[in-house]
């Protein structure tokens, strides 16, 4: 592989012959209250830091998932495009720099295969495009297939009164069937190690991706586990299309992913990268083992 040797300063974890990198897809603040959902905030904001605003922080922390036959981006962050209007509304902290992030790799978004957004909401799938010298949005990874599944693409394309707020045409302007898109339906195995599923509950076409190598597992859960502090299944999202199923994926997912001792992979924790699943004492619940820390 024709890399400089990782940053080690740049969070990583390894799942038996394939590797996994953070890189920074922005930071914004956001109402805590919807963050968790039906939870009174007498709960959670033990958990976590709350503003005089309200609101908490929000990272989006896109992944590199490098397996012997392909580089592969999990979910893009907020991107580089919003208006200063977007960015104050969203209290963007910390800007995009997804390709900063790649450099530091010794890779540029040329070198990326495959594109999995677990959805199309724009704090996921933001970075997926970018504004060329014209200011037209294009294509962020000219060479990779974008994966997306049959259901979530039917509402990009046809974006009903509530996703319309969140699916922003820009963000897959350039992303055609024929050309660059690569549409699946459910389950699919799209490398030896990469399994892709889909989970609903988030949003109808809300997929999740399960990296199996050498005995070692890890899994991302997208949105339906944001951050350590959703663990148990009630913690949901109000901004959960379908909550019922959110509750029942995590329900019938989490006992299993405890008993492998699976790495659980976070898209929006302030505090960690990824966890380790595990049994709490009551054999019921699932805490976390071991962390991978984010950069400080
Ligand atoms: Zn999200």
Same mark, same amino acid.
């Given at each position: 592989m024709s890399r400089k040797q990782p940053d080690h300063n740049l969070p990583h974890l390894r799942i038996g012959d394939s590797e996994i990198f953070w890189l920074d897809g922005g930071r914004i603040r956001l109402d805590g209250g919807p963050m968790f959902g039906p939870v009174p905030k007498v709960l959670w904001e033990k958990k976590v830091e709350v503003g005089d605003d309200n609101c908490i922080a929000i990272d989006n922390s896109a992944m590199l998932l490098i397996t012997p036959s392909a580089k592969i981006v999990i979910d893009s962050g907020i991107?580089?495009?919003?208006t200063a209007k977007q960015q104050e509304h969203f209290r963007v902290q910390q800007p995009w720099r997804l390709p900063e992030g790649l450099n530091r790799i010794g890779?540029? *978004?040329?070198?990326?295969d495959l594109v999995i957004p677990t959805h199309a909401d724009f704090d996921h799938a933001g970075g997926l495009t970018r504004h060329d010298h014209t200011g037209r949005p294009v294509p962020?990874?000219?060479r990779a297939q974008y994966v997306f599944q049959k259901k979530e693409w039917a509402v990009v394309k046809n974006p009903d009164r509530r996703s319309a707020s969140s699916y922003w045409p820009e963000n897959f302007a350039g992303i055609k069937e024929g050309l660059n898109l690569k549409i699946i339906d459910g389950?699919?195995?799209?490398? *030896? @190690?990469v399994n892709i599923f889909l989970t609903g509950g988030?949003?109808?076409?809300h997929q999740g991706i399960e990296i199996n190598s050498q005995g070692e597992s890890a899994v991302h859960l997208g949105d339906l586990l944001p951050?350590?502090?959703?663990?148990? *299944?009630?913690?949901?999202?109000?901004?959960?299309?379908?909550p019922m199923e959110v509750i029942a994926v995590k329900e019938q997912r989490l006992p299993d992913y405890a008993r492998k001792q699976s790495w659980l992979l976070f898209?929006?924790?302030? @505090?960690?990268c990824a966890g380790r699943a595990q049994t709490a004492r009551d054999g019921r619940n699932i805490t976390l083992g071991a962390t991978i820390k984010k950069e400080s």
């Open positions: 991107g580089d495009k919003m890779l540029s *978004p040329d070198d990326i962020t990874f000219p389950d699919f195995q799209i490398t *030896p @190690e988030h949003t109808i076409g951050s350590q502090n959703h663990l148990h *299944p009630l913690w949901v999202i109000a901004y959960d299309d379908y898209y929006h924790d302030t @505090e960690i």
